[in-house]
């Protein structure tokens, strides 16, 4: 090992301040095109990629292949729009209670009550209904229900029986029909 480092400094010698400099020189660069320029050549290459593809989104767009995106408010506009004006809520309540008569399910009278959030332009209208009925009854009820109002969340179903040989079921249906507020 001795005359390794022997060889080296002699090596060093005749090289002098400006061969050493040289070669430090030489390692930054070295470093610096590993630690720097080869990510950032990464990179542009993946920038590059994504002006392609979305070059292909864009024409795929003029074309007609893909629907033009939406602005992020018309989707609520839309969202608004299916929902059921504030005004029509007593329609959707006749739906229930129509839905209940062919189901021959009693409903007793009923606590409403409105909410509305003015920030988003929606009402609430929740809407607690005692019924009495057997299960199958009531599943189908519900089911109608749900189906002929889209806008109505059925949000708890509390049923019991008062002996267990009854098929009569007595409880509570807590449903919430959300509505739209068009200013």
């Known amino acids: 090992m001795a005359i390794n480092k022997l060889i080296a400094y002699e090596y060093m010698q005749r090289l002098g301040w400006p061969g050493l400099a040289g070669i430090a020189l030489m390692l930054?660069?070295?470093?610096?095109?590993?630690?720097?320029?080869l990510p950032a050549r990464e990179n542009l290459q993946h920038i590059s990629l994504q002006v392609v593809q979305t070059q292909q989104y864009l024409n795929q767009?003029?074309?007609?292949i893909l629907p033009p995106p939406t602005a992020e408010g018309s989707e609520l506009e839309t969202f608004l729009g299916m929902l059921p004006q504030q005004a029509e809520a007593t329609r959707a309540i006749d739906q229930i209670y129509t839905q209940a008569q062919l189901q021959n399910i009693a409903l007793a009278r009923g606590e409403y009550s409105l909410?509305?959030?003015?920030?988003?332009r929606?009402?609430?209208?929740?809407i607690l209904l005692p019924v009495s009925g057997s299960?199958?009854?009531?599943?189908?009820?519900?089911?109608?229900v749900l189906s002929q109002v889209p806008a109505l969340v059925l949000e708890n179903v509390d049923i019991k029986r008062k002996q267990i040989a009854d098929?009569?079921?007595?409880?509570?249906?807590?449903?919430?029909l959300y509505l739209s507020r068009r200013i």
């Open 167 to 176: 098929v009569q079921l007595d409880g509570r249906v807590r449903m919430t």
């Open 115 to 120: 909410g509305v959030d003015p920030k988003t």
């Open 61 to 64: 767009i003029k074309d007609g």
């Open 135 to 144: 299960y199958p009854q009531l599943r189908r009820f519900l089911h109608a």
């Open 28 to 37: 930054v660069a070295l470093l610096y095109a590993l630690l720097a320029l």
């Open 122 to 126: 929606m009402a609430r209208y929740q």
